[in-house]
């Protein structure tokens, strides 16, 4: 037998063929599947299994209740609530995101001078957690002692009621959530941006396009794919939002700010009815499988875009 | 350990009677007291223990203790700040561990229902008491009260507030009934309270007003000391836990109101929040807008006692032990023109509001060779000398008689007496009673938010809660 062939024998041994896995692959892969499965497929498959019972802190243990938590789900007003506000602030975020995103991204690739340091800072709120964006805000936000309240009255405007009205605590908690992570919508177009062949423009120039047509028939399609990976990013990060909400405003007033994520963690942490919070996670992740699904494949049926 | 097998012991509040040498435990109590009270707080560095000589307090040195309690508020403040006494004087170790409410509530469930409690004294929320005291999960503490082998002879069962045992401390197992029996589960602490009456003293003498006795006096005297700089009153208009509990009950209970008819058990426990008194007392608060804080729907534990701190509202009804710091002038604008009083109540009814306060209690999941030692923990933090301490440096409303009575706290903190008073005709509420409590409540608040916000009228907002809650306790089992 020669050398090589005993080579080929041994490495087939340790590593196996693609049908068969030899041990070294198990090995290496072995620390990263039992993370997995602790960490991430176990407590998937015991928060599935807590869904379909009547856990509450009153029982202690669970009865199997098949699909009761669904079924009472689909009824519950709270629910559609919850199901309403995380939508629209998933749809409102992200838009308002994208466009300030794509803007800023076109604004910093003038390259104009010091515009590195502009960058640099336009980056930190995202650097934040979003509890502490949260309470930070809630303090800016206060009626009576708040920074920014007194900055409008200041210039003799009256301000708007941040939190405590029905109509405008969405609208602050989106405000707010734009303020945090427009910068990554930034930051990923912007490197995009960056990235794309110069080429293209200046036979576009040539062409006699001017800079509107530029943007919409070229920049805008060779963006896309950047795009949607940060507005799918977004979305799921959005959609999943509790922490801020936490922060600031407690899901209020009048459950106008109570998301899902918030719904969940009100029935589990608070009301301690874990069957039925684990019913609205799983509805979440539910939401969330489809969603990003059809957005990714967006994503693949467009690659010449990007080339 | 049966509860028949218990000897009677003293109910706080009952001269005590049990064998110490001659001597009543009060009288044990008493005579250390004059030696202990006096001299445990000359300093947090003194070297005088807290308790009397006699009783080997470092028979369980080395022992480590870990205590799960609340970090809302500020009992684990105090108890840090006791913990190089409590090391000197017992040579025992002990770790806290102080949540927000949520997380608490979730561990302490864990740990009760776990092989093995990690936490071998447990602070639970009066609220709470039927749930996990009812639950089973504490050990019944009448062995160690009553064994004098067990317990310093200075730690004075009988000067427990008798309302606040009866709320977190006693429960008939059988029954399922809290406060009822004499079986103890859990002790008093770290703070018991009640709600009671702030109000500006120079305000009112200027406006020549006497504080309110009755809510028609209350809105008049908000109507007619509210300016521009100061509110002519406050209350919690945030969804806060303490919208219901606080403003509304206290107002539906003190003008005749009765929250729920029948019981869980016979499956015919039904609210009664649409009832004339329960729409009556929303009524009030929505009423009381005009004079309160522009912000007052937003306004919950912290921003109204900033706000009367500063001065900037005339009178409100509150927590005693969250508000006892706007009379304490190290924190207060106004801690000397800050008077108190019982809450006003209807005509013809007499004051009182929601019993509050925490119990602490050893799981009976725990290490059983660490049990003697935690009850010497638990009798040392529920001391008398833990007690004047945590009144003085943190207005805490402790839970003790002698604590609320000692002259030189009282004539410091005058508001102790009525803080005594509403704590000893507090009233339970119902609903403390189904571990559906807190979900509940929040309905309450919600729609009783929504109210003041102007979103729907009184009428509705309590409808709406009364469909809610009757929705909630059908799918509980509570209502047929």
Known sequence: ?307 | MSGKEQTDHPRPGENAAVDTGGLTRRDLMQRAGMLGLATAFGGLGGTVPLYAAGFDMKKFAGTKINILMTGDENDHRALADMMPKFVEETGMELEITSPALGALIEKTLQNLKADKSSFELIEYLGFLTTQQVGGGYYEQLNAYIDDPAKTPPDWDFADLIPAAMKNVGIFDMASGTVGKGKDVYGIPGLHSGSVIYFYRKDLFDAAGLQPAKTWDEFKAAAEKLNTDDVAGCSFIGANDFSLAAVDWYTRFITTGGVLMTGSAKEKNFKPQVNSKEGIGALQMLIDLLPYAPKNVTKYGFAENVDGFSTGKIAQMIFWSTIAGPILNSENSMVAETTATTPVPSGDGKSPRAIQGGWGVGIPKNIDPAKKDAAWLALTWITSKAVNRYSIEKYNIDANRTSAFTDPELVAKFPYLKDALTAIETADTIPTSLIPEFFQLNDVMNVEFNAALIGTQDAKTACEKVQTQWEAILRKAGHLA
């Open chain 1, 1 to 307: 037998m020669s050398l090589a062939t005993t080579a080929a024998t041994q490495t087939k041994f340790v590593f196996g063929t693609r049908d068969e896995p030899g041990r070294a692959v198990w090995l290496l892969l072995g620390p990263c599947l039992l993370y997995l499965i602790v960490f991430s497929i176990y407590p998937l498959f015991h928060s599935l299994r807590l869904s379909l019972t009547d856990l509450t802190a009153a029982t202690g243990t669970g009865n199997f209740v098949g699909l009761a938590n669904y079924r009472a789900l689909l009824v519950d007003p709270l629910f559609w609530n919850a199901a309403m506000n995380s939508a629209i602030m998933v749809f409102f975020s992200v838009s308002i995101q994208v466009v300030l995103g794509v803007a800023l991204a076109m604004f910093f690739n003038l390259q104009l001078k010091g515009g590195w340091i502009v960058r640099g800072i336009l980056l930190l709120p995202m650097l934040m957690t979003p509890i502490i964006v949260g309470v930070m805000w809630r303090a800016l936000l206060n009626p009576d002692w708040g920074l920014v309240n007194w900055a409008i009255k200041q210039i003799g405007l009256t301000p708007p009621d941040w939190l405590g009205s029905v109509g405008m605590s969405m609208v602050t908690v989106i405000l707010v959530d734009c303020w945090q992570w427009t910068p990554f919508v930034f930051i990923i177009v912007f490197a995009r941006l960056q990235a794309l062949s110069q080429d293209v423009f200046e036979a576009a120039q040539v062409d006699g396009a001017g800079p509107f047509v530029t943007f919409r028939r070229i920049t805008l399609p060779m963006l896309t794919p950047a795009i949607v990976f940060a507005a799918v990013f977004r979305a799921v990060d959005a959609f999943r939002s509790f922490d801020l909400i936490y922060g600031l405003s407690y899901g209020g007033p009048a459950r106008s700010t109570t998301t899902l994520s918030f719904f969940s963690f009100q029935n589990g942490f608070q009301f301690q009815n874990y069957g039925y919070a684990a019913a609205v996670a799983y509805m979440m992740l539910l939401i969330l499988a489809v969603g990003t699904t059809v957005m990714l494949r967006y994503v693949q049926i467009r690659p010449g875009n990007s080339r």
